[in-house]
């Protein structure tokens, strides 16, 4: 995208604002989540829903105001660990993972032409892998004032991991296992720049970011 790297700023810079701006309401939210009020997990998911939407207004913002930056957008999978529970925020094709105890699960959704395409009926798995126009997505943030965002809410146990990478990344995996096989033990910053480095070696055409976080006891 278009100024993609200073999109990608900005909308980091505007979700970190937003939640650090929510943080009384937040950790009021929390308190009432590990004090069982289970209704308080949807609360906590539209706080950080709203907080990526008011971040793609304000990346739309700023590209409308200079004709440099015009077009700029940015994809975002976010991660806010709170009270028990992984809350994920995503819009586009970067993608969030859960490793435990050797087994993985993609948390995201890619916002994709393909997968909307797969998940429709209109093309199989097969067709997919061997398709081009991948990396066409259909949700950004600042692509226009308004964007749609999913969330997830993952319950968390000491000693999971979690891996946020972009498409550059995940994009070459062969397959989720190779997460767990990257990812699964060892230092964290090593687990990232090995993953970065197999991809890296598969071709490494694309920007790639790769973060890996574990739950402490």
Same mark, same amino acid.
């Given at each position: ?139 950004? =943030? &600042? ?27 995940? &994009? ?39 973060? =890996? ?5």
């Amino acid at each position: 995208h278009n100024k993609g790297e200073i999109a990608s700023q900005e909308a980091v810079e505007q979700l970190r604002m937003w939640i650090y701006g929510a943080g009384r309401d937040l950790d009021g939210l929390v308190e009432r989540v590990v004090g069982g009020d289970s209704e308080c997990v949807w609360e906590i998911r539209r706080l950080l829903e709203a907080g990526v939407k008011n971040a793609c207004y304000m990346v739309f913002g700023m590209a409308d105001l200079d004709p440099e930056k015009k077009g700029m957008s940015t994809t975002l999978s976010a991660l806010l660990i709170r009270g028990g529970y992984a809350f994920a925020a995503h819009v586009g094709d970067s993608r969030v993972y859960r490793v435990r105890k050797g087994s993985v699960i993609q948390i995201t959704e890619d916002h994709t032409l393909i997968n909307y395409k797969v998940k429709h009926g209109m093309m199989t798995k097969e067709e997919a892998e061997k398709a081009s126009g991948k990396n066409v997505i259909t949700r950004a =943030v &600042g692509h226009k004032d308004y964007v749609q965002v999913d969330t997830a809410d993952i319950d968390i146990t000491a000693g999971d991991r979690f891996l946020l990478c972009s498409d550059g990344l995940h &994009g070459y995996f062969t397959s989720d296992n190779e997460v767990v096989e990257l990812c699964g033990d060892g230092d964290l910053e090593e687990c990232a720049e090995a993953s970065i480095a197999i991809a890296n070696q598969r071709g490494g055409k694309d920007n790639i970011t790769s973060v =890996v976080i574990e739950i402490q006891p």
